[in-house]
């Protein structure tokens, strides 16, 4: 049996840091995640591959169960792997490669589009259904026990795609757009502590709290302007509303002189819209390019990884390849 399953990444195009303080945010699930492949062996050996970080084991099976010890310490993204077989009992060994075509730990969801991509693809090879929302709560649960602590963002991103609305009480709305996104993502590959950054916006907040709230209350009114511009497919109004809440980031204290290198280089070379996107300190930025998105990648990839994606409607899926 051959099987080969996708889990869509993610941006955050509106509301990041404002959504802790509980103001609306937008994420879109993009057309880069992780590929997993996987194919049944007739012995009892596992292996697991993970080419990006050049990572490959082996082992067998023991009474149908993959016996493997994590490293409390450090937390690597293959830790996600062995949480999500450990879900499952094996009736034969098989062979897994993660295929991860987007940058780790870059504010993309990269450990959510790893885990959902393998809990689908070990699901089938069990022949086990599991729908949407139990993939979802599962790499959600796998997420809190690896990291301590995980917002339902990037699982429901790579499990349902599209563009999400997460209101204030963290409910997620489907956006309704029926418009082409074209988007660049950028790396400046200086990783931000997403945790420190969190604490550090919060002590601002402190510090300020007539000026921060109504900075976070600028932010709310963005998201929610920007939930009926795409309603309405208006990509000048979507460009606009990125660019103001760039600005609104900076206030805050999460860009750095990187990320502001790349956002004015894509407006220069025509994004409609551009800002940095997840916690800030370093990662990505996300620039709209409507127009002339060619120029902007070659100008930006000069200097700076990146690639060029869309929204991912779909979220999850898997194919068998191979009875
Ligand atoms: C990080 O990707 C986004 C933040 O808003 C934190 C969070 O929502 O958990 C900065």
């Given at each position: 049996m051959k099987i080969k399953s996708f889990a869509p990444g993610k941006v955050i195009l509106f509301g990041e840091h404002s959504v802790v303080h509980k103001k609306p945010a937008i994420a879109v699930a993009i057309n880069r995640g992780v590929t997993t492949q996987l194919e049944s062996r007739e012995d009892n050996i596992v292996t697991i591959s993970v080419p990006l970080i050049n990572y490959s084991q082996q082992y067998e099976l023991v009474n149908k169960k993959l016996l493997f010890e994590l490293d409390s310490q450090n937390k690597m993204i293959t830790d996600y792997i062995y949480e999500v077989i450990d879900l499952f009992e094996f009736e034969t060994g098989f062979d897994l490669t993660v295929n991860i075509e987007m940058y780790l730990?870059?504010?993309?969801?990269s450990s959510a589009a790893v885990t959902v991509s393998c809990i689908k693809a070990l699901s089938v090879f069990n022949h086990i259904e599991m729908d949407k929302k139990e993939i979802a709560k599962t790499a959600r649960n796998i997420e809190i026990k690896i990291q301590g602590a995980a917002s339902p963002i990037d699982t429901s991103m790579s499990t349902y795609g599209g563009i999400i609305y997460i209101d204030e009480n963290f409910e997620l709305e489907r956006v309704n757009f029926d418009m082409d996104l074209p988007l660049i993502v950028s790396n400046c590959e200086i990783s931000g502590n997403t945790g420190q950054l969190v604490e550090s916006v919060r002590q601002t907040y402190v510090k300020y709290p007539e000026i921060v709230g109504n900075i976070f209350n600028a932010m709310q009114e963005i998201a929610k302007k920007a939930k009926s511009a795409f309603e309405n497919g208006d990509s000048e109004l979507i460009g606009d509303l990125m660019n103001l809440n760039q600005g609104l980031l900076d206030s805050i204290g999460v860009n750095t002189v990187e990320l502001s290198d790349m956002v004015y280089l894509s407006r220069k070379y025509g994004a409609k819209g551009s800002k940095l996107t997840g916690?800030?300190?370093?990662g990505c930025i996300i620039a709209y390019c409507p127009e002339n998105i060619e120029e902007i990648y070659e100008q930006l990839n000069k200097k700076y990884p990146t690639f060029k994606c869309e929204q991912s409607d779909n979220g999850v899926c898997a194919q068998v390849i191979e009875k």
């Open positions: 730990g870059a504010g993309l969801g916690s800030g300190g370093g």
